[in-house]
């Protein structure tokens, strides 16, 4: 295994560990915690094939990196206020009790618990 | 093996004396193998030995100074004058029994006071002490120092979150609100230096502050209209950075005790002084390096006969004095006037500040280049604190209960 | 493949997975954050000195912190009593798992793309700051905007409604 494929089979499990946080973990928070590895997994790609890449003075794998960063802290910081303000509504910051949209206003028993 | 050693002491005196590269003639004594690792170590010692030991000095002096302003004697029981009081301090900490509360997360309760200590000896390994002696020598220094500064945020709250106590808790999010405010202003205030030097190496930013051939006086950044705002704005984010007195709200022992490390006792309790007074050290060290020269002189001829480094240690006595000072002298802040500082005054102040050396930048050290930067500066702090922090807002003291919601 | 850079994987990979899987929030928080500084080392050891330290300033001063306050002021803070994962979990474990077959066997079939001959870059921050400032810089601005859109935006969001009267909170 070359440096590259390390750095990118690095990053493919990184990005499925946090697509498979993103998709069941009940805590709206951790599902962001797995947004934010996914694009970390992308910026990993980005630097592995600047830097083990035939181009490496062009520095466009770490410009992009730079951008993604600037991207992703925007990002958090939205995303949480929307979990702070969704908290201040519904009292909750887990996803499966935020169902209003399927017009169920009762919880079933087994969610309550 | 007598070679080695006298190579040792000729390495030693190279330093003490101001010779570049004082590791030359004793590395290749080394086995081969063992090169890269003693000179890492002989770069380390120093910082791990200096800086402790100033702790130790630090502790006995403030506490002395303190009892001066307030009219007591302070520490003077153990040894001449009480200057050993450190010692005793020493051997009570390190003999205390460690509690731990029983509620606490053991693991997290642990690992906090190590993840406050080991940052801050980190930044000191970027900073210049002397003409040739700054250990870790990155183009992005100051980016390495901030970065690394950072991670004592997350080690407070770690303390406080682990600890299982409300005191604790409430010193930890003050913490942490506190010095996430003010490390923008903190930021802002050093990049009016990195702009003006172009560089974010901080011997290079030293360098940029020699004096010239023709020069008396030395080109220090605090003698400009920008370098001043600039070295007023960092010591006062510095100081509120660092957690001290007037900023002292996260330990406010009148109110939350001693805030996030109340729960902490014996060597682990060290360990968090120790860290806050090297934090306080290391912000000192980068105030030197950045606005007060470094370790130049302040007069030119003075290079020649004094050591460099002495120039800069003597700085940071200095420095460390006027925080013991206003430690002495200025009552806590509350909190919401803790935030409007931070966010209406100084957040503003050191964007201007920016644009000043942006000025300073391009009309250079002209009597134009003085007067507008001089002007706009002296303007805007007053009109900021006239306008956005109006002082003569004083009325009925209104109470506002947890639990009554937004008035 | 270096050792360094070995170990570096496995404190990612054990971060990423502790964080996701673990009962405490505030420890997943924390598990996050070493798998952040984790990347950041690999970063470094690549040679992207800037980078790497920007991540270690973004992501564990800024994204770390606000992830732990969001954690405590939506009262997160004790051990989560409910159950943790979807009741479709067996689901979502299956999509990653078969995105990650997808992706590595894809990896390792098809030719290496590396180059050899490839030395240790090493920009210097002049050089960054150069392509950030000249060649990037309409990037850079509209970054800029994007970021305090985004900083105002955030603020407006979690701005409690002051005409509303709030519930009780239970």
């Known amino acids: 295994m070359t440096e590259l494929q390390f750095h990118l089979s690095l990053s493919a499990l990184l990005f499925c560990v946090g697509l498979a946080g993103v998709l069941i973990r009940r805590n709206v928070i951790l599902a962001l915690v797995g947004i934010e590895f996914m694009l970390n997994a992308a910026n990993l790609n980005f630097l592995a094939y600047w830097r083990y890449g035939s181009r490496t003075v062009s520095m466009d794998g770490m410009m992009f990196v730079v951008f993604s960063i600037a991207v992703a802290a925007a990002e958090v910081a939205v995303g949480l206020a929307l979990v702070i303000a969704l908290y201040r509504r519904l009292r909750t910051a887990r996803l499966d009790e935020m169902q209003s949209l399927k017009g169920c206003t009762e919880r079933t028993d087994d969610e309550r618990s | ?407 | 493949m270096s050792a360094l850079n070995l170990l570096l994987g496995i404190v990612v990979l054990t971060g990423a997975v502790a964080a996701l899987s673990l009962r405490n929030l505030v420890h997943c928080a924390f598990a996050s954050i070493g798998a952040f500084l984790g990347l950041a080392g690999l970063y470094l050891h690549m040679g992207a000195e800037f980078v790497g330290l920007v991540q270690i300033l973004v992501y564990v001063g800024a994204v770390g912190i606000l992830f732990v306050f969001a954690i405590l002021l939506t009262r997160g803070g004790g051990v989560e009593e409910r159950p943790l994962f979807s009741t479709s979990w067996l689901c979502g474990v299956g999509v990653a798992g078969a995105l990650a077959l997808v992706l590595l066997s894809g990896l390792f079939k098809g030719a290496d793309p590396s180059d050899p001959a490839a030395s240790r870059p090493s920009p210097t921050l002049k050089q960054v700051g150069q392509r950030l400032m000249v060649e990037d810089v309409l990037a850079l601005e509209i970054m800029a905007l994007l970021l305090t859109v985004a900083s105002i935006g955030a603020i407006v969001i979690a701005m409690p409604e002051p005409s509303r009267k709030e519930e009780d909170p239970t």
């Not at chain 2, 330093?15 to 590395?27: G, I």
């Not at chain 2, 130790?56 to 520490?75: H, S």
């Not at chain 2, 460690?98 to 930044?123: E, G, K, M, Q």
């Not at chain 2, 120039?311 to 925080?323: I, Q, R």
Request: hydrophobic share 55%.
């Open chain 2, 1 to 407: 093996m007598m070679e080695g050693l006298r190579e040792f002491c000729g390495m030693i005196w190279k330093v003490l004396s101001d010779q570049p590269d004082p590791k030359a003639a004793f590395l290749p004594l080394v086995p081969e193998a063992w090169r890269v690792e003693v000179s890492a170590l002989l770069s380390v010692l120093p910082i791990l030995m200096v800086f402790p030991a100033l702790f130790a000095l630090t502790t006995v002096l403030e506490r002395k100074g303190l009892g001066r302003i307030q009219n007591r004697p302070g520490p003077n029981r153990v040894g001449p004058a009480g200057f050993l009081q450190f010692a005793a301090d020493g051997i009570k900490t390190l003999t205390k029994e460690d509690v731990v509360p029983r509620a606490a997360d053991r693991v997290l309760h642990f690992i906090a006071p190590l993840a406050l200590v080991v940052p801050v000896f980190l930044t000191f390994s970027v900073l210049p002490f002397g003409r040739n002696l700054v250990p870790l020598n990155l183009d992005a220094g100051l980016l390495f120092f901030f970065a690394v500064g950072a991670s004592t945020e997350l080690a407070i709250f770690m303390a406080g979150w682990a600890s299982r106590n409300k005191y604790s808790l409430l010193g930890a999010l003050r913490g942490i609100a506190q010095m996430v405010s003010y490390e923008i202003p903190l930021i802002l205030s050093t990049l009016s230096v990195v702009m003006v030097a172009g560089t974010m190496s901080l011997p290079a930013i030293v360098d940029a502050q020699a004096a010239g051939s023709g020069d008396l006086l030395s080109r220090w950044h605090v003698f400009t209209p920008w370098g001043f705002a600039g070295f007023l704005l960092f010591l006062v984010a510095a100081c509120a950075e660092a957690n001290r007195a007037p900023f002292d709200l996260p330990e406010g022992e009148s109110e939350i005790i001693a805030g996030y490390y109340l729960e902490y006792s014996g060597f682990k309790f060290a360990l968090f002084f120790l860290g806050e007074y090297l934090g306080l050290f290391a912000a000192c060290g980068l105030g030197i390096t950045l606005f007060l020269g470094g370790w130049h002189a302040p007069f030119r001829f003075m290079e020649a006969w004094v050591p460099s480094y002495l120039w800069f240690f003597a700085k940071l006595a200095g420095l460390v004095a006027v925080f013991i000072w206003v430690r002495g002298t200025l009552p806590r802040v509350r909190m919401d006037q803790l935030m409007n500082l931070a966010w209406k005054f100084m957040l503003p102040l050191a964007l201007i500040n920016l644009f000043a050396a942006a000025l300073w930048h391009f009309l250079g050290s002209t009597p134009a280049g003085w007067a507008i930067t001089t002007g706009l500066l002296v303007v805007s702090y007053w009109s900021l604190g006239r306008i956005l922090m109006p002082p003569g807002r004083i009325g009925r003291r209104v109470y506002r209960y947890a639990g009554e919601g937004p008035a």
